[in-house]
């Protein structure tokens, strides 16, 4: 199946070459997407001249960084224009390990509709993350998990493997969050509309160059939407009830 694997950037030119020479390795010939939002560092210069050289490597460029969650939704329509059966999210930060992704892409062949490269299934685990991170990611996931009835270990993550024809019936494109929370609604929307998930065990490592892009307000937001999904799941609820009553 034609796979895209869908990288935003911003300020990434320390870590795209060894990113995409890692990709290469572990899938030889796999397209790639690079979105950048603006980055002045030169990162989608950069990305267009990996192009150029290697072949396989397509740019998106967006004039103002508006959130992770704009930049993935840009990018999959972009990817599945261009005919990809099987949209790859990896970070540019080079936390996801592309050795996983033979493996994650093996079994969305297999009609999954999403693979999740998981820190919180057997086998997973983070590298070089403070207690406190670890801490509250763990209890982010509880948290989403359990107010929106996912069985997802790892709802945040962001290393995934959808097939398109999920993300087309779960209108992706109308997706609200913009920052980690879209992990949480995209995950909550794909299960809502009769996806199949499986969790696939990776080494989540921080990164080693440029600058993080979590915030507090990133954060609050991703709790916020918990409970606003939650929310109108109650009031549709309601409203099937009442149409039927």
């Known amino acids: 199946m034609r796979a895209t694997v869908v990288v935003p950037t911003y300020n990434e030119s320390a870590n795209l070459p060894a990113l995409v020479d890692q990709v290469r390795a572990a899938v030889p010939g796999i397209r790639m997407l690079i979105v950048d939002d603006g980055s002045p560092d030169g990162t989608a210069d950069l990305a ?7 072949g396989g490597i397509d740019v998106l460029r967006r004039t103002s960084k508006d959130g992770l969650g704009a930049a993935y939704r840009a990018g999959l329509r972009r ?3 261009d005919g990809a059966e099987l949209c790859v999210q990896m970070d540019a930060d080079l936390s996801h390990p592309p050795s996983a992704l033979p493996g994650m892409l093996a079994i969305a ?6 693979v999740i490269g998981s820190r919180y299934v057997p086998g997973g685990r983070t590298v070089d993350w403070p207690y406190t991170r670890r801490l509250l ?10 107010v929106l009835g996912l069985a997802v270990n790892d709802a945040t993550a962001g290393y995934r493997v959808y097939r398109t024809s999920i993300l087309t019936r779960m209108q992706f494109e109308t997706v609200q969050a913009n920052g980690y929370g ?16 499986v969790e696939y065990p990776i080494a989540f490592r921080d990164r080693t160059a440029g600058q993080s892009k979590m915030s507090g307000g990133i954060i609050r937001e991703a709790f916020g939407l918990v409970l606003k999904l939650r929310a109108e799941h109650w009031r549709r609820r309601h409203e099937r009830r009442s149409q039927g009553g």
């Open 109 to 114: 062949e297999h009609d999954i509709d999403l």
């Open 182 to 197: 879209f992990q949480v609604e995209m995950t909550y929307r794909l299960i809502n509309a009769g996806g199949s998930v």
């Open 137 to 146: 990611s763990r209890w982010g996931n509880r948290y989403a998990s359990g």
């Open 79 to 81: 990817a599945i224009d």
């Open 48 to 54: 267009e001249q990996l192009g150029r050289e290697r």
